[in-house]
């Protein structure tokens, strides 16, 4: 078993809003975090699988696929967009960085599982000091 | 002579966007980066001054007051807001990492005058790869 | 379940210094690192607590509240102080960074838990090259 | 129990290439990281050892001597060599960072054994973006 | 006048070889950094470019460009490639650090004027603890 | 002309204290960087040297003797040391960044010129927040 850890990086913007919610009462929650005018961050991806050694080529799963699969199913979605409301599978979740990991997870466990290799976890760094790491379940 | 560097950082939502020409326009000119639906970014901001070593104090300028002035003429108007729309000192610019520079470096320049020190550089990085630096005209 | 980490800083003072023994021993033990006159580091602290997503605020543990509880029982007590001789909860200690990490994690357990998080780990970095992760017994 | 990591560095050359294929298979299978002239990489290693705090000594392994273990089976072989053909414990291997990292376990696992400590896992950056980690079968 | 700068990185294999003396020779002034079996780095780039902000653009040049120049005339031809005998701007040149940037800033002096912008800088970080920065004669 | 750097650590102990006041003046001045306990950090110094490249050797200077000199003259007296008590080109200097960073130029300055190189910078990064930089008078 080995593990196999690809690096992608996406800029966008966000804001904490529960949408059961007013503006006033998400301010109140989430603070600054919920301007209404948006924020932004440089997320860090961190996509981990695993695996076997395939003895013939040496790899776990050819890495320019697993960069390919990243970029197509979540960085171009994502990359320069509103999380909230422009990406197809984060629109009118709670954007916090615990609910983009488990989208994330979401979104590559499939195409990571037909090239022969598992979803082992997903990691996000939204800022230099905060990360969060999904497993599944 | 000596040169001191502190660095800060702040989230923002911005997008690439003259505002003398429309939103097509201005995809065709800047791209993605003139996402309507915004994006964002964790700029890193490093202000350097520069002056003379106080024979008594051992330092060219408190640390903890160049801090705060950095924090309160710049960090607090700047993170988790807009910078297109919601930042005084920002607001209206064409919101490129070039124009935030100079934008910075008038907003402390005086400040840090005041202070016995002189502004030598902003530089800000807006991804790991982009930095731009502004050293006054 | 879900992990969420948060990264903190801090600037110490510290020596390997067994206090059964003289200097003479101590210094034949470990060398430097047990000079009398002292040493420091800029210690990195990564504190990851895990737990499920609450469904209607998205996120884990208030991120504001987790940074408080590590600055309050941790970062406040041990930032710019000695390790060996004038923090509460490692006085005494051989203040190895192992040590240092498990004093660490018994100063966070339960505030953590009482936010209804668990404690998952405790990483420090003491230089670029040296880590310790301690995640319980 | 605790885990303690150490980071070491080496820069060496390599190509992929399955000693099976000729010249033309491989640049296909591969593509320029089979380039017959070699390129070569950075490598950034993360080994991390477990077991018990000595209680006397306050560590679970003297560090100094992890180091040198580090740099005498796999730094000093490896470093400003060419992987796939100078060295002892990696030529002739198709040299993938998966299978890099399985020769440096091995290497290891005996003399990190004899300090009395357990290796737990050997991590390798090829890159910023590309880590690959081994925990043994 | 504002400073703009752009990372990109290559993978590279080389030797420090004198063509002029032999592989003994070679060895006994440069070491192991003259291995005949070749090593490699991950060398990364910063290229800093100067000008005046373009009052209607918002910058001093459109960053895209930038990028697509420095991978031309660069990183395509260095990246993956042997730099002493597979690069035609390299190949011949005794492969130091101080060498490459030379070269690398002769490569791309003229793109960038007639982008309307000026070269100021080509700095290369060979390791973590090694760079080397040209600013032209 | 060509810009040769290279990146040292050291880690130690220190404070600011103005030996011409008492602890509780320097405490008022300087805050907790005054604590009488001492604390510590672990500083980052790179140390710039220009000169013109030797056509026959291919660099400016031997790498390796640079690194051999910021070794001999100011890591092994910095490293694991007191700054304020047990340096000999620090002691009973007010040990703030700036005037390390002076004290270092002077003990650089002549072994640099030896080598037939000129001493460009000695920069300093005391946190990772934290920069200063000497360039000479």
Redesign the interface.
């Known amino acids: ?9 996406f ?4 804001r ?1 809003f ?1 949408p059961d919610l007013g503006d006033d009462e998400n301010l109140e ?1 989430y ?3 919920s ?1 209404p ?6 997320y860090i991806l961190y996509v981990t699988v695993k695996g076997d ?1 395939d003895p ?5 799963i050819n ?2 696929r697993l960069k390919d699969i990243i970029i197509e199913y979540v960085i171009t979605p994502l ?4 999380i909230n ?2 990406v197809p599978f984060t629109s009118g ?7 983009i ?2 989208a994330i997870w979401n979104q590559l466990y499939e195409p990571v599982k037909k090239e022969g290799a598992e979803l082992h976890s997903v990691k996000i760094a939204e ?9 599944g ?1």
Chains 1, 2, 3, 4, 5, 6 share one sequence.
Do not use: P
């Not at 013939?56 to 776990?60: A, R, T």
């Not at 990359?79 to 509103?82: C, F, I, M």
């Not at 979740?93 to 609910?99: F, Q, R, W, Y």
């Open positions: 078993m080995i593990y196999l850890t690809r690096r992608e990086r800029s966008a913007a966000h904490m529960n929650l603070g600054q975090c301007n005018g948006w924020h932004g961050h440089n050694i013939e080529l040496g790899y776990l890495l320019k990359d320069h967009r509103n409301t422009q979740l709670l954007a916090s960085t615990e609910n990991a488990v800022t230099e000091n905060n990360f969060v790491e999904y497993l379940d």
